[in-house]
């Protein structure tokens, strides 16, 4: 369902996690951990990050 999701695509903590600078050679290393019991929304927050 369309706007699904997006209330944590506007966090101002995952903001500041997809916007960190990677290391002084322009890396970036950044991982998000989603975990929880099957049926919870994980490949749906997923599917949500990845469209946007």
Known sequence: MKGTGSWFLKRDEFKAWYHADGD???N?????????????????MRSVFSCD
């Open 28 to 44: 970036s290393n950044r991982v998000l951990a989603c975990y929880g019991i099957p049926g919870a929304g994980k490949s749906v």
């Open 24 to 26: 002084s050679n322009g």
